[in-house]
Structures are given as structure tokens and as C-alpha cells.
């Protein structure tokens, strides 16, 4: 599967501050996923980055508040802007396994970011 | 409706028995089924995928009942080691974002 990392792997700010979260990914890959995950809760998807295109948000996402950049098949940044206790969240890149048949989806190991 | 609901938890099982999760998910156009597990402080991992005819990976079993839409998994002779949080997922076309359930947390106890 593809090996996944993200930068940083956790973070303490201060609320109205903006953090970058990095995904870098091993192989090319055509899609990305920036995932949320609050305490005690499961995996809300928060947008589909495409390389070449604007990302994809979902519903109760925006791009002012979370901005996306895919520049290259590889690579990806979410950034949290003017952040809020309510931010405080693991944020977690995913892609799909370009070498398989398969729609299997892997994550990165997340980015634990708490907000002051 | 949640487009995937999973049995509520937690389940507090011994080692050695035999457990059982259920999910559901509403949108019957749903192509792809997933178990994914979670340890604490950890990001979800792929445990299997659910084919239609149904798949076994030693002590796991998944299976899928489109009729019904819903997927099982079923462990047997749990291990400790198999306690976390079990989360099933559900995607439509490839490519394409996966919806996850909230999860059922399995505690395996000596």
C-alpha cells in the first residue's frame, strides 16, 4: 500500500492562529482526502483534493476556512485558519491505492491539533 | 437516517469467543465495503474489504448482504490484541470519498 506521512504530527495553538498541515504520499496519486476526526467521534470527510483543480468540500466546509493546495501527484496541505477550540481535532490525509484494483483508501497517521 | 450506522458498543468480550459487528448504510448505490480498524491515538487501518460473495482472512469473516444493505464482521477466537474500535466504511464509485460509520469498540479481556 502507499506509505503515507503528514507534517506536523500534532500541535498546540492559539485560537485566530492558522496551522498547515502537510500530506506527502509515496507514489502518484490522482485523488486526496482530508479527513476530520473529533474526540470520541468518527472520520467526517472535509474535502477531495485533485491535482490541477480546485478541491471539493463538503457540506459545513469552506475554503476560507480550511484552504487546500494540491500542487504535484504527491502532495497536499489543509491548512485550519483562525482557529477555534472547536478546531481541536485529528485531521487525517487519505488516498487511494493506485497500484491495486481495489478501492481501498489508506491514511496517513493524522495530525492531532489542539487549540488553546 | 445516517448513510452508515454500526451496532452501538462497546463490546466487552473474553478472550477466546466469538464476536459478531453489524453495519448498515441507506444508499443502495453503494459499490465498495470496507472493515477498517482503529487503535487508540492511531489513524484507521484497513482490515479487510467485503466482497459479495463474502471473504475470510484467517480469524476475521466479512460478509455482505445487499438485499438487506448491510455488512458483517465477525471475529473468532479474539485475541487481546484485537481490542479497538472497528469502523466499517462505504463508497460509491471509486475515486470517490468514503462515508464512515461511528464505529464499535471491542474490549478483548484475559
Known amino acids: 500500500s502507499a506509505v503515507i506521512s503528514q507534517k506536523p504530527s500534532r500541535d498546540i495553538c492559539q485560537r485566530g492562529t492558522s496551522l498547515t498541515i502537510q500530506c506527502q504520499v509515496d507514489?502518484?496519486?490522482?485523488?486526496m482526502f482530508w479527513y476530520r476526526q473529533q474526540p470520541g467521534q468518527s472520520l467526517t470527510l472535509i474535502a477531495t483534493?485533485?491535482?490541477?483543480?480546485?478541491?471539493?468540500?463538503e457540506s459545513g466546509f469552506v475554503i476560507d476556512k480550511f484552504p487546500i493546495s494540491r500542487p504535484n501527484l504527491t502532495f497536499s496541505t489543509l491548512t485550519v485558519s483562525n482557529m477555534s477550540p472547536e478546531d481541536s481535532s485529528i485531521y487525517l490525509c487519505?488516498?487511494?491505492?493506485?497500484?491495486?484494483?481495489?478501492?481501498?483508501?489508506?491514511f496517513g497517521p493524522g495530525t492531532r491539533l489542539t487549540v488553546t | 437516517r445516517k448513510e452508515v450506522e454500526q451496532d452501538p458498543g462497546p463490546f466487552n468480550v473474553p478472550e477466546g469467543a466469538t464476536v459478531a459487528f453489524n453495519c448498515t448504510y441507506s444508499?443502495?448505490?453503494?459499490?465498495?465495503f470496507f472493515w477498517y480498524r482503529q487503535d487508540c491515538r492511531k489513524e484507521p487501518k484497513l482490515l479487510m474489504s467485503?466482497?459479495?460473495s463474502g471473504n475470510e482472512d484467517g480469524r476475521f469473516t466479512a460478509q455482505l448482504n445487499r438485499a438487506s444493505q448491510y455488512i458483517s464482521l465477525l471475529i473468532r477466537d479474539s485475541k487481546l490484541s484485537d481490542s479497538a474500535t472497528y469502523l466499517c466504511?462505504?463508497?460509491?464509485?471509486?475515486?470517490?470519498?468514503?462515508?464512515f460509520g461511528p464505529g464499535t469498540r471491542l474490549s478483548v479481556l484475559p
Open positions: 487519505s488516498v487511494e491505492d493506485p497500484g491495486r484494483s481495489s478501492y481501498e483508501q489508506y
Open positions: 507514489s502518484q496519486v490522482t485523488m
Open positions: 483534493a485533485n491535482q490541477g483543480s480546485e478541491a471539493t468540500y
Open positions: 444508499n443502495s448505490a453503494s459499490q465498495s
Open positions: 467485503v466482497y459479495s
Open positions: 466504511a462505504v463508497n460509491v464509485l471509486r475515486g470517490q470519498n468514503f462515508v
